[in-house]
């Protein structure tokens, strides 16, 4: 049982690079969510999904996609890295309004 | 004005002390509170819920006004291990909402 699985653990791009960060989940929740965690502003809400084809946008959703075709994988696309992406992301789940789970989060760096 | 706020600290404590830690919220709608703790560059993880009547798990209490808006954690006896970032979450319908993080650090 993994939980929530992120991948990959750390990821160098150029500008202008497309990638997808993925996430997959064993525990059957609903809600997947995608944060980004910079110094100082605490984790801010990306997108989220409150159950398979659905979902919405976070507080930060500009230059990135989701979605999620099955209730296991939410994975995140940066459509063109710019450097105001580097971050750390982390993928969450959990049932509404109960314990988020984390995955153990990617560590972006866009040069 | 962001929707959790947190002082952000850092907390410098000695072993034994007690220390408290505080957080607002501006959304008075919102239905679920937590304190999640995070170690240095890894997930974060729940440490309690916190619920309106306050509640206990071993040396850390939590505790919730709603009419004010407030949540606070009270931890008892700090361990080093206790050295972390605490994080204030509230749950808006479909979202968990992070506060900044509230850094601890307790010194033998």
């Known amino acids: 049982n993994a939980g929530v699985t992120q991948t990959p653990k750390f990821q160098v791009l150029k500008t202008g690079q497309s990638m997808t960060l993925q996430c997959a989940q064993d525990?059957?929740?609903?809600?997947m969510s995608w944060y980004r965690q910079d110094p100082g502003m605490g984790l801010r809400l990306i997108h989220y999904?409150?159950?398979?084809?659905?979902?919405d946008q976070g507080e930060v959703p500009n230059g990135y996609n989701v979605s999620r075709s099955t209730t296991e994988d939410f994975p995140l696309r940066l459509l063109s890295a710019a450097p105001s992406q580097t971050s750390v992301y982390f993928c969450a789940t959990g049932d509404r309004g109960t314990e988020a789970f984390f995955g153990q989060g990617t560590r972006l760096t866009v040069v | 004005r962001k929707e959790v706020e947190q002082d952000p600290g850092p907390f410098n404590v000695p072993e034994g002390a007690t220390v408290a830690f505080n957080c607002t919220y501006s959304n008075s709608a919102s239905q679920s509170f937590f304190w999640y703790r995070q170690d240095c560059r890894k997930e974060p993880k729940l440490l309690m819920s916190v619920y309106s009547s306050g509640n206990e798990d071993g040396r850390f209490t939590a505790q919730l006004n709603r009419a004010s808006q407030y949540i606070s954690l009270l931890i008892r006896d700090s361990k080093l291990s206790d050295s972390a970032t605490y994080l204030c979450?509230?749950?808006?319908?479909?979202?968990?909402?992070f506060g900044a993080g509230t850094i601890l650090r307790v010194k033998s």
């Open positions: 979450v509230v749950s808006d319908r479909n979202k968990l909402v």
């Open positions: 999904s409150v159950g398979a084809g659905i979902t």
């Open positions: 525990m059957n929740h609903e809600y």
